[in-house]
């Protein structure tokens, strides 16, 4: 009998193709949908692998309800929807996807920090409804980038990719990292900075730190706080390292200047949260690694991860 295989996402058949030739596969079908979560427990329960994304909750309760399963493929570098302790306890490989979208999510940070500083989505609203009718020499005035101060929280891959990025505008870089980066501190003129320093001193503050217990709600109000009123604070990490409550009161308040994000504790983001409701909060739909080429590159590498442990080998990029 074929192994059994299920898809949480309608993904590009050109991608799935190779699987069916090997496998037994079904597959969401329903591509701006999110499967609900009874339906994606019902399809674990008779599968021997499950491919996810970051929206689809692995937990405990399916693992111990899917007797067969043995490997969850997470389309993303970050793992925190998938229940890890459970997985290994009952033997269920876990690999995800990093490296191969290090450049293409860094550049997406820096698309965000300059659009938020310079204001370019509300700009083209201005345009786009008829409410540019004359110029000022204050009209959607913003911030320079080039020759401030940056601080990234969390130096992995991604982070440092971000950080090289503002060499190219003649940028400050400090960092706060749970171990420091030496060789990147020579190389690059990177400086090591407390949390606190950090977020006193830079005039953006990008975040890159991953979603566990301990970094969640990192940034609250205690930190806003401590940040200039002329700030900016990017978040292309995970949502809920910020306190939005905070963060919607910071920016209201005028404690810090301005945030972008990416990401949000609930995805998709509900239509009345309150951050949607200020002008100075950028907004994307968490789209990091949203191109073609890096999109394609982290579904072969599932796909390859998948087959591997359903054809008894082991596979790259395992978590657990």
Known sequence: MKRKLFIARKLPEE?????????????????????????????????DALWTTITENVTRQLIEASPNLKVVSNLAVGFNNIDLEAAKEHGVIVTNTPDVLTETTADLAFALLLASARRITEAEQTVRNGEWTSWSA??????????????????????????????????RVLYHNRTRKLESEKR????????????????????????????????????????????VLINVARGGIVDEEALYNALKDGTIWGAGLDVFEVEPVPMDHPL????????????????????LAMMNMNVQAMTDVLEGREPKNRVV
Do not use: C
Request: proline share 4%; net charge negative; no cysteine.
């Open 138 to 171: 204050t009209q959607l005035t913003g911030m320079d980038v080039f020759g401030a101060t940056l601080g990234v929280i969390g130096m992995g891959r991604i982070g440092e990719a971000a950080a090289r990025r503002a060499a190219g505008f003649n940028m």
């Open 276 to 295: 949607l409701t200020l002008s100075n909060v950028t907004v994307l739909p968490h789209i990091g690694s949203a191109s073609i080429r890096t999109r």
């Open 188 to 231: 690059y003129g990177f400086e090591y900075a407390s949390k606190d320093i950090l977020l006193k001193e830079a005039d953006f503050v990008l975040i890159f730190a991953p979603l566990t217990p301990e970094t969640k709600n990192m940034i609250g109000e205690q930190e806003l706080a401590k940040m200039k009123e002329t700030a």
């Open 15 to 47: 991608v799935v193709a190779p699987l069916r030739e090997k496998f037994e596969v079904r597959m969401w079908d329903e591509a701006e949908k999110q499967i609900p979560e009874k339906v994606l427990l019902e399809e674990a329960r008779q599968v």
